[in-house]
């Protein structure tokens, strides 16, 4: 990896080896304030600035991912990163989207034109960032900027997700439109659908969240589904379809899903968590074509974690008193998940650290 994450990040050689020993359900709290594993490091505001200028990164899922990437956005943006100010990550108007830089995606930003007008994505909102001297020949002097992609749509269940990672299918033996794709029999590369083709061309990091809908709009997901359908099916439906079709070069993280406190009964986001960390324990005995475990795909395990904090006078409660959602703290636990898997993530590709 060139330049490696260890540099990059300034992170040690035994807080390298601290991430790859353990995991992101290993975090503990201390009344509301989170408790990293022994020796990972709490990434600070410049490390995680430093990981994300590199991505270009999609978040897809409900208002739980539109207010992880209104953090995020907050924390690499801030005026001063040794300072981030609470008004700067954090906000009833902030997290609904009320009060952002970022718009609706415009032709001047160049993604891809069969991204916006897909089906299951509402509303995808594109923000460019500029990242300063990150191209160009240093031999020569010549280093520009770089543009990279900071993006967010929104979808809400099982299914959407299914859908979108769906797998190919040609029409009368033809790519389907705008498909530059063809299927090939002589080879093992899983050909892609338009949509999660036009994905792949934009983004090599989709970030996902998504569960509460299947709990507390359940008729919305439910919509047009088998009888015999249920959350934690179509749960598992979403990630045989994330493993199958996701190509290694696109990197998927989920994360177990948090709770909602306005409804008594959190059973079917308890049992799609589980599904999910037993699908997730397994990937590495299944591997890919190759026999080799699927770096690429990420598994940040929050709902075990913010399950203690979801209920009762325990709960970490949100601003905008929205029961699926959760405050500051509970953000910035998962911010601090999501770059524990993610540098773990780089780590194992680089194997030698």
């Known amino acids: 990896m060139n330049p490696s994450i260890l540099q990059r990040l300034q992170i040690s050689q035994h807080e390298a080896a601290s991430i790859m020993n353990s995991n992101s359900s290993e975090y503990n709290w201390l009344g509301n304030s989170f408790l990293n594993p022994p020796g990972v490091p709490t990434f600070t505001p410049r490390q995680i600035k430093a990981y994300f200028e590199r991505r270009n990164v999609l978040f897809l899922g409900d208002s739980t991912s539109r207010r992880l990437s209104h953090t995020i956005y907050g924390i690499i943006t801030a005026d001063n990163l040794d300072d981030v100010k609470l008004a700067e990550i954090d906000g009833v108007r902030l997290m609904n989207g009320d009060k952002t830089t970022k718009t609706i995606c415009n032709e ?22 500029i990242v300063v001297g990150a191209s160009g020949n240093n031999n020569t002097q010549m280093i520009r900027n770089a543009v990279k992609k900071f993006d967010l749509g929104t979808v809400y269940c099982y299914y959407n997700f299914s859908y979108l990672w769906r797998d190919y299918q040609a029409e009368n033996n033809k790519p389907a439109e705008n498909d530059d794709t063809t299927i090939d ?38 919509k047009n589904m088998p009888e015999n359908s249920t959350a934690p099916l179509r749960m598992r ?15 998927i993280v989920l994360r177990t899903s948090g709770f909602d406190s306005r409804h008594a009964d959190n059973s079917k986001l308890f049992d799609s968590n589980a599904v999910t960390r037993d699908f997730f324990r397994n990937i590495t005995t299944r591997g890919d074509d190759h026999g080799e475990s699927r770096a690429n795909l990420t598994l940040v395990d929050y709902g075990s974690v913010i399950s203690k904090r979801s ?38 590709v680089a194997k030698n650290f």
Request: aromatic share 4%.
């Open 311 to 348: 209920f009762g006078d325990n709960e970490i409660k949100s601003l905008d008193g929205n029961g699926a959602h959760y405050g500051i703290n509970a953000r910035l636990l998962l911010v601090q998940q999501q770059m524990h898997e993610l540098v773990k993530a780089d780590l194992m």
């Open 108 to 129: 001047n930003q160049r993604r891809n034109r069969s991204l916006p007008g897909v089906p299951n994505i509402g509303g995808l909102v594109c923000t460019d960032q």
């Open 185 to 222: 029999k002589d080879s093992s590369k899983r050909s892609l659908n338009r949509h999660l083709q036009a994905i792949h061309k934009d983004y090599d990091l989709v970030i996902i969240s998504v569960g509460v809908w299947e709990l507390a709009i359940p008729k919305a997901c439910e």
């Open 237 to 251: 439906k979403m990630l045989n379809n994330l493993e199958r079709n996701s190509p290694n070069d696109l990197q």
